[in-house]
């Protein structure tokens, strides 16, 4: 093994080589957990044969790991997915779905479903597809298909609050819009006010002095304008005692 860039070393040994989905390669010896040599995503990675042994060349800018067997006692590849937290089963191959890095994927077909920011995925199951249900909270909770096909969030909130508040700057209402993964608040005289709001990821508990929505949010109370301190504001009640019922 020669691992060249600002310095060049050269190992032998019975070694295992490593090649990551990403193509991060890695050479292990007996000794243990860490690789005596390695190449984080390189830019190339060739895999050559040669007779009853092989040449692994990882390369990255200047630096280049090369890795030459004189015999392979074994090569395998094999099939890697992400690994995540458990949610429920695929209904259309029957495989499991788990949840990572703010998704769920089905480990066998590989379908992938996006959630929502502060979205829970339940255990309960949707009766017309049969995917998981997810928990979200924009202004008081919605228990939603997964698939935003089937069950589409910003109908669930347009239901709920389109036209709930007026445009603090004129006399319109604050219309529920949607855009990819996410849904806002836009003034119904849009283009000529271009007023919007972000839907925070919280319920409403209050009304703010200035006229729009406190929601408790993960991060604390806060008003629907993200520019108002809140200064003056009096709660009307407990907001804990306000929030809906998630029944």
Same mark, same amino acid.
């Given at each position: 093994m020669?691992?060249?860039?600002?310095?060049?070393?050269?190992h032998?040994?019975?070694v295992?080589?490593?090649?990551?989905?990403?193509?991060? /390669?890695?050479?292990?010896d007996?000794?243990?957990?860490? @690789?005596?040599?390695?190449?984080?995503? *390189?830019?190339s990675?060739?895999?050559?044969?040669?007779g009853?042994?092989?040449?692994?060349?990882?390369?990255d800018?200047?630096?280049?790991?090369?890795?030459?067997?004189?015999?392979? /006692?074994?090569?395998?590849?094999? @099939?890697v997915? &992400?690994?995540? +937290?458990? +949610?429920?089963?695929c209904?259309?191959?029957?495989?499991?779905?788990?949840?990572?890095?703010?998704? +769920?994927?089905?480990?066998?077909?590989?379908?992938?479903?996006?959630?929502?920011?502060?979205?829970?995925?339940?255990?309960?199951?949707?009766?017309?597809?049969?995917?998981?249900?997810?928990?979200?909270?924009?202004?008081e909770?919605?228990?939603?298909?997964?698939?935003?096909?089937?069950?589409?969030? &910003?109908?669930?909130?347009?239901?709920?609050?389109?036209?709930?508040?007026?445009?603090?700057?004129?006399?319109g209402?604050?219309?529920?819009?949607?855009? @990819?993964?996410?849904?806002y608040?836009?003034?119904?005289?849009?283009?000529d006010?271009? /007023?919007?709001?972000?839907? @925070?990821?919280?319920?409403?508990?209050? &009304?703010?002095?200035?006229?729009? *929505?406190?929601?408790?949010?993960?991060?604390?109370?806060?008003?629907?304008d993200?520019?108002?301190?809140?200064?003056?504001?009096?709660?009307?009640?407990?907001?804990?005692?306000?929030? *809906?019922?998630?029944?």
């Amino acid at each position: 093994m020669t691992d060249r860039g600002d310095r060049t070393r050269t190992h032998r040994g019975r070694v295992v080589v490593l090649i990551k989905p990403d193509d991060t /390669t890695l050479v292990h010896d007996a000794d243990g957990y860490q @690789p005596v040599a390695w190449l984080t995503r *390189p830019e190339s990675v060739v895999v050559e044969g040669d007779g009853d042994g092989f040449t692994v060349t990882a390369r990255d800018g200047s630096r280049r790991l090369r890795v030459v067997a004189e015999e392979a /006692t074994a090569c395998r590849a094999l @099939p890697v997915t &992400e690994a995540g +937290v458990p +949610v429920g089963t695929c209904p259309d191959d029957g495989g499991p779905l788990v949840r990572s890095r703010g998704d +769920v994927v089905c480990l066998d077909c590989e379908t992938r479903w996006g959630l929502p920011a502060g979205a829970s995925v339940t255990d309960a199951t949707c009766d017309d597809c049969g995917l998981p249900k997810i928990r979200v909270e924009r202004g008081e909770p919605f228990h939603l298909c997964l698939d935003p096909a089937c069950d589409p969030m &910003e109908d669930a909130v347009s239901d709920r609050f389109d036209r709930a508040w007026d445009c603090p700057d004129c006399e319109g209402d604050l219309r529920v819009r949607s855009a @990819p993964g996410r849904v806002y608040l836009g003034c119904e005289n849009y283009p000529d006010c271009e /007023t919007t709001f972000s839907f @925070p990821a919280g319920v409403v508990v209050d &009304e703010c002095d200035c006229g729009l *929505p406190v929601f408790e949010t993960a991060a604390g109370l806060g008003c629907l304008d993200g520019s108002c301190s809140l200064d003056g504001y009096t709660a009307s009640g407990d907001a804990e005692a306000q929030r *809906p019922n998630d029944a």
